[in-house]
């Protein structure tokens, strides 16, 4: 797969996955908010069946006490006056009131506070009393109006005077199903998003490699007819090419003069052709064919000196890296590499080899400063007959990929920093007493 597509497809998931994450989070929101209407619902019936049970009682505690559902529900109660101290106090009702917590939650239009305490998975429900209930009458307007007395919305009784003079009435409720939801959204929305993100990757690792698997199969119809292909050239036009050469021997014995030049041209030409066939003929043999242990270092060495007339490894280089790859084709691969190299336009010197261990692997990188590879070409350099030089067959590399990755490894070719390119093959280190593809897994 390019690089391009494995990019954008690490995006497109990103995107899914975010999209996915925020359905995930307003679906839990509408959750909890459904939750909490349940549990501010719960608070007015409470509210409702306590002060329903004051008609019969004085004070709180019996009123809780005669009720189950107080009782279960109810774990705390406290009436605070204007000091904030406790006027009347039930259960572990804070011994004075932090007015100053209010100010970080907003209240109804009715003096009502609700906030959550997760310590305790309580419900902490907070009346602000004055503006609930209405100021006693005087005695003196007891005095001046008697019947107002007898028709009073005050209830005459010493917990309704107590309330009356209060500043806020503390619940601490119980709320069990509304914590229950609580803990359950939390896990859940954390659930869904590792749940949503392995999926959304596992898609995006099938789509990646649905289409290494399209390449695959497209690779091996183009094997197919290059196949075909090459059966016909090495029947119609091996033959032939001999015949040529043979005459051309002949002929550059009779001529002499420019006529031999010509016969140089006609030979050399001859040479090509037959040299492309065989190109073609690697190309579709047995990729891995048969492993041996090879020393990078001294192989690489030793082509170098043949092509380059000097060793271009780095004295940094690692000297023992073992491969475990056929000794021909391998030397295929590092000859096609350094022959780019030299054809790219490269001064001579400044073709340069490194040797180094990478994760278990030896990576043997050839460096040039030639032209470098142009990036509209950049996905292309290894597809079977594509070149941008004047000469060359544009199977080189591509014969070098099949040889590489048929025994595991990789071949990346990329653009240097002030112009040239570089070539990485990457290619399991054979550890002794192991095979190297057992030692790489």
Same mark, same amino acid.
């Given at each position: 797969?390019?690089?391009?597509?494995?990019?954008?497809?690490?995006?497109?998931?990103?995107?899914?996955?975010?999209?996915?994450?925020?359905?995930?989070?307003?679906?839990?929101?509408?959750?909890?908010?459904?939750?909490?209407?349940?549990?501010?619902?719960?608070?007015?019936?409470?509210?409702?069946?306590?002060?329903?049970?004051?008609?019969?009682?004085?004070?709180?505690?019996?009123?809780?006490?005669?009720?189950?559902?107080?009782?279960?529900?109810?774990?705390?109660?406290?009436?605070?006056?204007?000091?904030?101290?406790?006027?009347?106090?039930?259960?572990?009702?804070?011994?004075?009131?932090?007015?100053?917590?209010?100010?970080?939650?907003?209240?109804?239009?009715?003096?009502?506070?609700?906030?959550?305490?997760?310590?305790?998975?309580?419900?902490?429900?907070?009346?602000?009393?004055?503006?609930?209930?209405?100021?006693?009458?005087?005695?003196?307007?007891?005095?001046?109006?008697?019947?107002?007395?007898?028709?009073?919305?005050?209830?005459?009784?010493?917990?309704?005077?107590?309330?009356?003079?209060?500043?806020?009435?503390?619940?601490?409720?119980?709320?069990?199903?509304?914590?229950?939801?609580?803990?359950?959204?939390?896990?859940?929305?954390?659930?869904?998003?590792?749940?949503?993100?392995?999926?959304?990757?596992?898609?995006?690792?099938?789509? *990646?490699?649905? =289409?290494?698997? /399209? #390449?695959? %199969?497209?690779?091996?119809?183009?094997? @197919?007819?290059?196949? +075909? $292909?090459?059966?016909?050239?090495?029947?119609?036009?091996?033959?032939?090419?001999?015949?040529?050469?043979?005459?051309?021997?002949?002929?550059?014995? *009779?001529?002499? =003069?420019?006529? /031999? #030049?010509? %016969?140089?041209?006609?030979?050399?030409? @001859?040479?090509?052709? +037959? $040299?492309?066939?065989?190109?073609?003929?690697?190309?579709?043999?047995?990729?891995?064919?048969?492993?041996?242990?090879?020393?990078?270092?001294?192989?690489?060495?030793?082509?170098?000196? /043949?092509?380059?007339?000097?060793?271009?490894?780095?004295?940094?280089?690692?000297?023992?890296?073992?491969?475990?790859?056929?000794?021909?084709?391998?030397?295929?691969?590092?000859?096609?590499?350094?022959?780019?190299?030299?054809?790219?336009?490269?001064?001579?010197?400044?073709?340069?080899?490194?040797?180094?261990?990478?994760?278990?692997?030896?990576?043997?990188?050839?460096?040039?400063?030639?032209?470098?590879?142009?990036?509209?070409?950049?996905?292309?350099?290894?597809?079977?007959?594509?070149?941008?030089?004047?000469?060359?067959?544009?199977?080189?590399?591509?014969?070098?990929?099949?040889?590489?990755?048929?025994?595991?490894?990789?071949?990346?070719?990329?653009?240097?920093?002030?112009?040239?390119?570089?070539?990485?093959?990457?290619?399991?280190?054979?550890?002794?007493?192991?095979?190297?593809?057992?030692?790489?897994?």
């Amino acid at each position: 797969m390019k690089k391009s597509v494995r990019t954008t497809s690490y995006f497109a998931a990103i995107l899914v996955w975010i999209l996915f994450s925020i359905l995930t989070f307003f679906i839990i929101h509408e959750m909890r908010d459904k939750a909490q209407l349940i549990r501010d619902k719960e608070n007015e019936q409470l509210l409702n069946v306590l002060f329903s049970s004051l008609r019969n009682y004085d004070d709180f505690g019996s009123a809780i006490e005669s009720s189950e559902l107080l009782r279960e529900r109810v774990k705390s109660l406290a009436v605070y006056g204007h000091n904030l101290e406790p006027i009347y106090q039930w259960g572990k009702a804070p011994a004075v009131f932090d007015e100053e917590i209010l100010r970080y939650y907003s209240s109804t239009k009715n003096g009502r506070y609700t906030i959550p305490d997760k310590m305790r998975r309580t419900i902490k429900f907070i009346l602000n009393t004055e503006r609930m209930i209405p100021a006693p009458p005087s005695d003196a307007s007891h005095q001046r109006n008697p019947s107002r007395r007898r028709n009073r919305a005050w209830p005459d009784s010493l917990f309704w005077n107590t309330l009356a003079r209060s500043k806020y009435l503390y619940i601490d409720i119980a709320h069990p199903a509304y914590w229950r939801t609580e803990t359950f959204t939390n896990i859940l929305f954390f659930f869904c998003e590792i749940v949503l993100l392995v999926l959304v990757l596992h898609i995006r690792n099938l789509y *990646i490699r649905n =289409g290494e698997y /399209r #390449e695959r %199969i497209e690779a091996q119809k183009n094997l @197919v007819v290059l196949g +075909t $292909a090459a059966s016909t050239l090495a029947h119609e036009i091996k033959n032939p090419l001999l015949s040529i050469r043979l005459q051309t021997g002949i002929l550059g014995k *009779i001529l002499s =003069g420019t006529g /031999r #030049e010509e %016969i140089a041209i006609i030979n050399e030409e @001859v040479d090509r052709l +037959t $040299a492309l066939i065989y190109r073609v003929n690697d190309f579709l043999r047995d990729a891995e064919g048969s492993r041996t242990i090879i020393n990078s270092y001294e192989m690489v060495q030793d082509i170098s000196r /043949r092509l380059c007339g000097r060793n271009i490894i780095s004295g940094d280089s690692i000297r023992n890296g073992l491969i475990y790859i056929d000794s021909e084709r391998a030397r295929s691969v590092f000859e096609n590499i350094i022959r780019n190299a030299l054809e790219s336009g490269s001064a001579e010197e400044k073709v340069e080899a490194s040797i180094t261990r990478s994760g278990g692997s030896v990576v043997i990188a050839v460096f040039d400063r030639g032209k470098g590879i142009a990036e509209k070409d950049m996905d292309r350099v290894f597809d079977p007959f594509f070149t941008s030089k004047s000469t060359g067959t544009g199977i080189g590399l591509s014969i070098s990929r099949r040889f590489v990755e048929a025994v595991k490894g990789s071949i990346v070719l990329e653009n240097r920093e002030g112009g040239g390119a570089v070539a990485r093959i990457t290619l399991a280190e054979y550890i002794s007493g192991r095979d190297a593809e057992t030692d790489r897994s």
